[in-house]
């Protein structure tokens, strides 16, 4: 008998919660970033290995919301931890202990399902540095690959017997055009400064696949002309750079050649205002 379920990656912000999705799934699925909150809506990865098939949800970092984005983050990371079957808990080995996932997430209640403790980034902590954990607790690196077959493992036995909810070979469930947004999202983060990132969102206005090369139309979101005037940059050379970077990581998972059309438009206050939150994909659940 197969088993199948669904295991929420939660945590602060920054413990390493989309990388270790993508090192699981082996495919840059998550969008990664040495800065904070990168994450805005959950990413789901799917692993099949032998008997069982892992359907792994990446979430928002749990944090108290300044504005009204993040409140969509912090509900769209309360509603993954609802809905999975299991609950891996991340936090870095080097700040070791985890308070209390209750505490960390302001929940009212325990959580219904299961937590595995996970620590991450073990890779940064020297083997004599290292605490001696709880005998349940699992020590993770996304970087060496260390402590990824014990929580495969681990996983394994929480799961129930089922058959696979989809094919094998399947490594996501989302559309493309939502992997798209996000690489646009995650170039900015790398091309942009300080707390630009954070002003920023995209939106795949078209994607055409039965072009060659991929035919995608996108707007980058800012919320003041100034931040628009810094996006494109001297003679457009940062918007040129960001598009470059952002085509590169689309075709890389599309395996397809890729021409990104890229446009900057002003939404004013955008984090703020519920009707563009909901319009830019903030508003409901995963997609
Ligand atoms: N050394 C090391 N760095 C890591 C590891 N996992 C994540 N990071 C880094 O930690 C930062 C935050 O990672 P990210 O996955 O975006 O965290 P998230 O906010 O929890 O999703 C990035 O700079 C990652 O490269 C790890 O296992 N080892
Ligand atoms: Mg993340």
Same mark, same amino acid.
Request: aromatic share 8%.
């Given at each position: ?12 912000? @920054?413990? #390493?919660?989309?990388?270790?999705? @993508? ?11 040495? !800065? ?12 099949? &290995? ?10 928002? #970092? ?40 209750? !505490?960390?997430?302001?929940?009212? &209640?325990?959580? &219904? ?36 077959? &014990? ?76 931040? !628009? ?13 960001? #598009? ?44």
């Amino acid at each position: 008998m197969t088993r199948c379920g669904t295991i929420v990656l939660a945590g602060r912000p @920054n413990v #390493g919660k989309s990388t270790l999705l @993508n090192a699981l799934v082996g495919e840059h699925l998550a969008i990664v970033s040495p !800065k904070p909150q990168s994450t805005r809506r959950p990413v789901i990865g799917l692993l099949t &290995r032998d008997d069982t098939q892992y359907i792994f949800t990446d979430s928002p #970092g749990l944090l108290e919301p300044e504005y009204q984005l993040h409140e969509t983050m912090r509900a769209a990371a309360l509603r993954a931890i609802d809905d999975a079957e299991l609950i891996a808990y991340l936090h870095p080995l080097g700040e070791y202990p985890a308070p209390p996932l209750r !505490k960390v997430a302001n929940m009212e &209640r325990e959580p &219904r399902a299961p937590i595995i403790m996970v620590y991450t980034k073990a890779d940064l902590v020297r083997p004599s540095d290292r605490p001696t954990g709880a005998p349940s607790d699992v020590f993770v690196s996304a970087v060496t690959g260390e402590g990824i077959d &014990r929580f495969l493992a681990k996983l394994r036995d929480g799961l129930e017997e089922g058959p696979f909810h989809y094919d094998p070979d399947e490594l996501a469930t989302q559309p493309l055009r939502f992997f798209a947004a996000e690489f646009i999202r995650e170039a900015a983060f790398e091309q942009l400064h300080e707390e630009l990132p954070y002003s920023v969102a995209s939106e795949i206005d078209e994607f055409r696949e039965s072009t060659e090369p991929v035919y995608i139309r996108a707007v980058l979101y800012v919320e003041r002309e100034s931040q !628009k005037g810094i996006v494109i940059g001297e003679g457009g050379r940062t918007i040129k750079a960001l #598009g470059a970077a952002a085509r590169a990581k689309i075709e890389a998972l599309l395996g397809r050649r890729v021409f990104l059309d890229l446009h900057v438009k002003v939404l004013p206050k955008w984090r703020r205002d519920a009707l563009s939150l909901k319009r830019l994909g903030y508003g409901g659940g995963a997609l």
